[in-house]
């Protein structure tokens, strides 16, 4: 089956930048959206971020708005998140995802393990 793996976590300081890469393995992810969700600690996930297999459809959250762009390589089956103007509450667990559609995105087929991004103050 895909597998997708997150890398690119880490900790920076407020107003940094980091850039999360989610790789896809296995089986070709093709024709399905793909983004990204996080979780920080004792709080519910949310939605930060999809784009389509094309590229031509990105959606961001009202909170990563101006800060995040998401990308993907699907030469490389690889979709990226680049943060900047990072900030305190954007520390959480952010997993990539894979779903059959942008619509159906909070039932995603695939998702990774993880990585955590803390941002201090």
């Known amino acids: 089956q895909a597998q997708l793996v997150e890398s690119g976590g880490g900790v920076v300081q407020a107003g940094g930048s980091l850039r999360l890469s989610c790789a896809a393995s296995?089986?070709?992810?093709?024709?399905?959206?793909m983004g990204w969700f996080r979780q920080a600690e004792g709080k519910e996930r949310e939605f930060v971020a999809v784009?389509?297999?094309?590229?031509?459809?990105?959606y961001y959250s009202d909170s990563v708005q101006g800060r995040f762009t998401i990308s993907r390589d699907n030469t490389k089956n690889t979709v990226y998140l680049q943060m900047n103007s990072l900030k305190p509450e954007d520390t959480a667990v952010y997993y990539c995802?894979?779903?059959?559609?942008?619509?159906?995105?909070?039932?995603?087929?695939?998702w990774g393990q993880g990585t955590q991004v803390t941002v201090s103050s």
């Open positions: 995802f894979a779903s059959k559609s942008i619509p159906t995105m909070t039932a995603p087929d695939f």
């Open positions: 296995g089986r070709t992810v093709s024709n399905k959206a």
């Open positions: 784009t389509s297999w094309s590229g031509g459809s990105k």
